[in-house]
């Protein structure tokens, strides 16, 4: 196979598990197999898809000042943004925050799924290669600074109390980044030219 | 591996971006030469027109990079009282109470970061338009620096929405999103495009395969 990151041609013999082969002129990964690599990422991604509906459906923060409490969902900010005039930030939050990781995972349940079962999913390569465009665009774990940032900034004004979805949003993160760090795309295309 | 070590380039193969499936290319194929077998994804050689790309990418976001700091992000009234705030009178005020950590993770993620990246990306495009054969292990690293942090640029855009969606109280207290937040996505944005069209490949097109390999292939 050729480097992705300088082009030079290798030939990669087997690679245990656990074990990274790297490029020898620039030092790029070209590839780490993990452990039930497939089963591992099913799983994370369950998991990851109901912490996203529990993160979505309960309220996210609430805010006390002089007893008054206003609670607000994950897509409250969204929503006043675009009120606002300021669709095109709306826009870019939902993106990076709600649809990127539902994209993701969504791609993850469609493509996994089926080749745990040995079938394949029709038009997985597709899907395949619109997860790997998206990921850069799924921002959760950068959303999280932001909170903290913001409690911080408030916590003058006012009391901030973290919601129930907040502490999914929390596991959300580390599920999404488990899943796609135990996700081993040679082992998605081996598995797919052995179905074949 | 051969006797001498080769690109896929110079070997007449194409590596596909999304799979790695290497493809003999065929002979005569424009750009894209055709698809990949495996997944369907457009084959390139090098990602299509990278350096013109990266240029205009870059330079849209220098002068984005203007109205984001200069025009207000958010805009706090408070019992009649109102007051603008820029990312760097944000970053003063934390500094002035006393909240340095803050301060230091905004002014990191929102003024140091998305400079930093424009410089690096500034950097690789001029060295590889001069074929410069200078350092690419240490380039490539950079590139891959700038791929990572880009992202974390976004803090304060998050930190405005969730400021907005909170403090939303009638005349007691109101934040409302102001121009520069947009200017400020759009930097975040073009400066995450431009990292995706640079091709690190380019780097080592000057070199011959074999030069600063470590252990032979």
């Given at each position: 196979?050729?480097c992705?990151?300088c082009?030079l041609?290798h030939?990669?013999?087997?690679?245990?598990?656990?074990?990274?082969a790297s490029c020898c002129r620039c030092g790029a990964?070209?590839?780490?197999?993990?452990?039930?690599?497939?089963?591992?990422?099913?799983?994370?991604?369950?998991?990851?898809?109901?912490?996203?509906?529990?993160?979505?459906?309960?309220?996210?923060?609430?805010?006390?000042?002089?007893?008054?409490?206003?609670?607000?969902?994950?897509?409250?900010?969204?929503?006043?943004?675009?009120?606002?005039?300021?669709?095109?930030?709306?826009?870019?939050?939902?993106?990076?925050?709600?649809?990127?990781?539902?994209?993701?995972?969504?791609?993850?349940?469609?493509?996994?799924?089926?080749?745990?079962?040995?079938?394949?999913?029709?038009?997985?390569?597709?899907?395949?290669?619109?997860?790997?465009?998206?990921?850069?665009?799924?921002?959760?774990?950068?959303?999280?600074?932001?909170?903290?940032?913001?409690?911080?900034?408030?916590?003058?004004?006012?009391?901030?109390?973290?919601?129930?979805?907040?502490?999914?949003?929390?596991?959300?993160?580390?599920?999404?980044?488990?899943?796609?760090?135990?996700?081993?795309?040679?082992?998605?295309?081996?598995?797919?030219?052995?179905?074949? | 591996?051969?006797?001498?070590a080769?690109?896929?380039?110079?070997?007449?193969?194409?590596?596909?971006?999304?799979?790695?499936?290497?493809?003999?290319?065929?002979?005569?194929?424009?750009?894209?030469?055709?698809?990949?077998?495996?997944?369907?994804?457009?084959?390139?050689?090098?990602?299509?027109?990278?350096?013109?790309?990266?240029?205009?990418?870059?330079?849209?976001?220098?002068?984005?990079?203007?109205?984001?700091?200069?025009?207000?992000?958010?805009?706090?009234?408070?019992?009649?009282?109102?007051?603008?705030?820029?990312?760097?009178?944000?970053?003063?005020?934390?500094?002035?109470?006393?909240?340095?950590?803050?301060?230091?993770?905004?002014?990191?993620?929102?003024?140091?970061?998305?400079?930093?990246?424009?410089?690096?990306?500034?950097?690789?495009?001029?060295?590889?338009?001069?074929?410069?054969?200078?350092?690419p292990k240490?380039?490539t690293?950079?590139?891959?620096?700038?791929?990572?942090?880009?992202?974390?640029?976004?803090?304060?855009?998050?930190?405005?929405?969730?400021?907005?969606?909170?403090?939303?109280?009638?005349?007691?207290?109101?934040?409302?999103?102001?121009?520069?937040?947009?200017?400020?996505?759009?930097?975040?944005?073009?400066?995450?495009?431009?990292?995706?069209?640079?091709?690190?490949?380019?780097?080592?097109?000057?070199?011959?395969p074999q030069d600063e390999c470590e252990y032979p292939a």
């Open positions: 196979m050729a992705h990151d082009d041609l030939r990669i013999p087997a690679v245990a598990d656990g074990m990274t990964v070209l590839a780490k197999p993990k452990r039930n690599s497939i089963d591992r990422s099913l799983a994370l991604a369950v998991a990851g898809l109901l912490l996203f509906v529990l993160a979505n459906s309960f309220p996210f923060l609430g805010f006390k000042v002089q007893g008054q409490v206003r609670e607000t969902l994950l897509l409250t900010g969204i929503r006043q943004l675009y009120l606002q005039g300021m669709p095109e930030v709306a826009v870019l939050v939902l993106i990076t925050t709600v649809l990127a990781p539902l994209a993701q995972l969504l791609a993850l349940l469609y493509i996994l799924l089926p080749l745990k079962l040995g079938r394949l999913a029709p038009g997985m390569f597709h899907v395949f290669r619109r997860l790997r465009r998206i990921e850069p665009w799924s921002m959760t774990e950068v959303f999280m600074v932001g909170i903290l940032v913001s409690v911080v900034k408030l916590a003058k004004m006012a009391q901030i109390i973290p919601g129930t979805a907040a502490f999914c949003f929390m596991a959300l993160i580390f599920t999404l980044a488990a899943c796609m760090a135990s996700l081993d795309p040679h082992e998605v295309w081996n598995r797919w030219e052995g179905a074949r | 591996m051969r006797s001498a080769q690109t896929a380039q110079s070997a007449a193969l194409l590596s596909c971006g999304v799979c790695h499936l290497l493809v003999r290319r065929p002979a005569g194929a424009g750009d894209p030469a055709g698809r990949c077998p495996r997944c369907g994804a457009a084959l390139h050689s090098r990602k299509p027109q990278s350096i013109a790309r990266t240029w205009a990418l870059v330079i849209a976001a220098f002068i984005f990079y203007i109205p984001a700091n200069v025009l207000p992000i958010t805009k706090v009234t408070s019992l009649g009282a109102t007051q603008s705030d820029t990312i760097m009178s944000g970053v003063i005020y934390f500094i002035q109470t006393g909240m340095w950590p803050i301060a230091a993770v905004i002014f990191i993620a929102s003024v140091f970061v998305p400079v930093l990246k424009l410089l690096i990306l500034l950097c690789l495009v001029v060295s590889v338009q001069r074929r410069s054969g200078w350092r240490d380039r690293r950079l590139y891959r620096i700038t791929e990572a942090i880009g992202r974390w640029s976004m803090t304060d855009i998050f930190v405005v929405t969730i400021l907005v969606a909170l403090v939303h109280l009638g005349a007691l207290a109101n934040i409302e999103a102001q121009a520069g937040a947009v200017f400020f996505a759009a930097v975040v944005v073009l400066t995450m495009l431009a990292a995706m069209s640079f091709d690190p490949r380019l780097i080592w097109d000057v070199k011959e």
